[in-house]
């Protein structure tokens, strides 16, 4: 009995002493895990998450955790895990490419005498002669240019950056075995499918004629035909211009080489009998006679309040009602409406029926002014009456298409 | 039992797999075929006559810009819609190409009118063969614009097939408008001006003055002379006629004769005459002034010779004509048996449009 107890007593000090030493062990074991400090804001700032692609600029930074010289800095990239110390699977597809040697950035200075090496997913950054100390929270950053991203779409991928004290520690680092590293933390990235945005303009032209007030659209304008050129009863005048101003147009086009708008119709005709086009129907048109048969036409911009606003619509050289875009004493944009003397204000008035192709009666008619691509212009179309006193008697009308062609 | 259902899933998932690369085979034919095409250039469709329901000519035109796959058709397709190729076309209201006629060709040429085409497209058709850069043109004849007013579009696709199947080549769209034709109505009455008096400045009406002659005492050794003016101008057709209206130089029941026949002027002899001429003898008058086309009536235009009938025609136009200056002259000569007394006549000149 006696014997038993004394064989239970060294038994039990034997126990207890092995649960000292096992409680105590963990003091004495070094643990990898805890040599280090955790940075924080880590991450990694890739230009493209592009499965597979290449020239992908990877920028590392991270703020220290712990006051340090550092002469080494690695960048591990891998498909498992981010953890220090597990097992690194490179991704599949993923490069850094040829090794370079990026200057990091300690605090925002940059430092010199980092030399690169790579090793399938890890890039190892070494300076063995590195003195610059790095302080906890400051910011440490050096970015590879030449990186080829994982060949997975919509993939998440790691990386472990480390920050060491010296470069042979640096350049013993693998993944198992990360060594003694003064600062080390993971971090996620992933790859992405691009979006493709897809949008088609379609071509698009609005023209129309109207006799309604000018305005900035086609909505709601009217025609009031026939527009009445003369007195206030329509009567022409062998001493005095006749000026309609009524009719106007609007256009607007996205057409890249613009569009024109060209005009056709007969000169006013009342059965076999006609009054002369202006000018003797020839191109340049010609100003106001009392006494002579006339009839044309000019056109100009119309910039008043309502019109629309794109200053795209330019008239062609003989129906220009601005002679160029500026109004002056002889412009037929200066007219009066109505019948009277000086109404025309010595503008020139066009209708053209001579030139080859390229008149009021040829297939197309004759461009009178084009519009560049852009929003609404509104354009007015003044027409000149005038009458000999031989003009034989009747009703006169002159019925005009006007056609508006987009070049796209 | 575990190894028919497993057959089964096997069976199933096969049919998915086939379902599955036969949408995906469908979907590659609708969608990314039209992202393959490259656009026309230089797109245009000039209309000859923009009105609604107008029979016109569409001149299409276009730059090909690839060159290295050969075009064997074109597919013109006119849709109120859009003009985005391979969307749904909603065909115009009223349009119709379909009976219209291929007119002219330019650039790429040995095209010829496929037939069997909706009212609203067309399919040209040649040999396939590689297009060169540079401006094409295709005129239509007899093409039947949309009912409706406003925009409609048209759509441009290639194909290397000559009847518009297959995969497309290029494409390109167009937009067109109707418009409203613009009618300016004016009007021209009929007119005729004419007025008399002894002076008229130029060609004006309102500076007529005087309308009376005062020939003084007559002689028997000397003719009595003197002259009235009168202007005209009309768009009569027809021209005008100018009449003269009244009676010889009366007094009371004697009156001086007037010839019936021109007559030259003669001292004592009782005559009363006129002409629309120059004279010598005497000096008065002048001959027929301004730009129209009337003239002095024969009887009325020689040169010193007079004479008077009332109701005669003294001058005329056969057509209409601008203005005209006519100066009459008047003589009057007595005999020695004249009776004393004054003598007057009104003279009414009237002048006729024939319109």
């Known amino acids: 009995m006696n014997f038993i107890k004394r064989l239970q007593r060294p038994t039990s000090l034997a126990a207890a002493a ?39 600029s990877y920028e590392v930074s991270f703020k220290a955790a712990t006051t340090s010289v550092l002469q080494g800095l690695v960048i591990e990239i891998c498909d498992n895990s981010p953890i220090i110390g597990d097992t690194c699977t490179t991704p599949a597809g993923f490069s850094w490419g040829a090794a370079s040697n990026p200057q990091p950035s300690f605090n925002g200075t940059a430092q010199t005498g980092w030399t690169g090496a790579v090793s399938a997913g890890k890039f190892t950054l070494t300076n063995a002669a590195g003195a610059t100390s790095v302080a906890a929270g400051q910011l440490v950053s050096f970015t590879i240019t030449t990186a080829t991203n994982p060949s997975t779409s919509n993939t998440t991928f790691y990386g472990r950056m480390l920050s060491f004290a010296t470069s ?218 005038g009458v000999s006193n031989t003009t034989e008697p009747g009703i006169y009308t002159s019925t005009l298409t006007f056609i508006a062609t987009g070049v796209y | 039992m575990v190894m028919l259902r497993f057959n089964r899933s096997v069976i199933e998932s096969h049919r998915l797999i086939t379902g599955i690369i036969l949408t995906a085979a469908l979907l590659f034919q609708v969608v990314p075929l039209s992202h393959a095409a490259t656009a026309l250039g230089d797109r245009y469709d000039l209309v000859a006559d923009s009105r609604a329901s107008a029979t016109t000519v569409h001149q299409i035109g276009f730059t090909f810009r690839n060159t290295a796959v050969p075009v064997g058709s074109i ?119 004419f007025c008399a008096g002894v002076t008229i ?70 005559q009363f005459g006129i002409n629309l001429t120059s004279n010598g003898n005497p000096v008065v008058g002048s001959n027929t002034s301004g730009s129209g086309s009337g003239s002095a009536a024969s009887g009325y235009n020689g040169n010193n010779l007079f004479k008077f009938i009332d109701g005669d025609k003294v001058a005329s136009s056969a057509t209409s004509s601008e203005w005209n200056k006519f100066t009459v002259s008047y003589i009057a000569n007595i005999d020695s048996n004249q009776a004393p007394g004054s003598y007057a006549t009104t003279l009414s000149y009237i002048c006729l449009g024939n319109f």
């Open chain 2, 201 to 270: 400045n130029n060609f004006d009406c309102n500076t007529a003055s005087s309308f009376i002659l005062n020939l003084g005492e007559f002689s028997t050794r000397q003719t009595k002379a003197d002259s009235s003016q009168m202007i005209v101008t009309t768009n009569a057709a027809g021209g005008y006629s100018i009449s003269v209206s009244g009676t010889t130089l009366t007094s009371g029941n004697n009156v001086i004769n007037a010839p019936v026949t021109p007559t030259a002027s003669a001292t004592n002899k009782s």
């Open chain 1, 168 to 385: 042979a520690a640096a350049t013993g680092y693998t993944a198992t075995t990360p060594g003694s590293s003064i600062d080390a933390g993971g971090t996620a990235l992933s790859t992405a499918d691009q979006i493709t945005i897809q949008a088609k303009v379609q071509e698009r032209l609005t023209f129309c004629i109207y006799t309604s007030a000018a305005s900035a659209s086609c909505t709601g304008n009217t025609t009031t035909n026939p527009v009445v050129l003369g007195d206030a009863n329509g009567v022409l005048s062998s001493t005095s211009p006749s000026i309609s101003k009524t009719a106007k147009y609007n256009i607007t086009t996205n057409a890249s080489l613009g569009a024109t708008i060209r005009a056709k119709g007969s000169t006013l005709t009342s059965g076999s009998f006609t009054i002369d086009p202006a000018g003797a129907g020839s191109a340049t048109g010609a100003q106001y006679a009392a006494g002579s048969e006339q009839f044309g036409l000019c056109t100009y911009r119309e910039t008043g309040a309502g019109a629309g606003t794109s200053t795209g619509l330019a008239p062609t050289t003989q129906y220009d009602g601005e002679n160029g875009g500026t109004s002056t004493a002889t412009s037929c944009s200066g007219s009066t409406a109505g019948q009277g003397a000086g109404f025309s204000n010595n503008g020139f008035y066009a209708f053209d029926t001579t030139t080859a192709n390229s008149n009021f009666t040829s297939t197309y008619g004759v461009p009178i002014a084009t519009k560049t691509a852009g929003d609404f212009s509104t354009g007015i179309l003044t027409f000149l009456g």
């Open chain 1, 18 to 56: 092995l649960l000292l030493v096992a409680a105590a062990a963990p003091l004495f074991v070094p643990n990898q895990a805890f040599a280090y400090g955790l940075p924080t804001e880590r991450q990694v700032k890739i230009s493209s998450s592009t499965a597979g692609a290449t020239g992908v």
């Open chain 2, 75 to 193: 597919l013109l397709e006119f849709c109120s819609n859009d003009p985005l190729v391979l969307t749904a076309c909603t065909a115009p209201n009223g349009f119709n190409i379909a009976a219209s006629t291929l007119a002219a060709q330019t650039g790429e040429t040995g095209f010829l009118i496929a037939p069997g085409s909706p009212n609203n497209a067309v399919v040209l058709s040649r040999p396939a063969a590689a297009p060169t850069v540079g401006p094409s043109t295709y005129q239509f004849d007899n093409v039947i614009n949309p009912s409706d007013g406003g925009t409609y579009y048209l759509r441009i696709s290639t194909y290397t097939s000559i009847d518009a199947t297959g995969v497309h080549i290029e494409e390109g769209g167009v937009a067109l408008t109707n418009n409203d034709q613009l009618v300016i109505a004016s009007e021209v009455p009929p007119h005729l001006t």
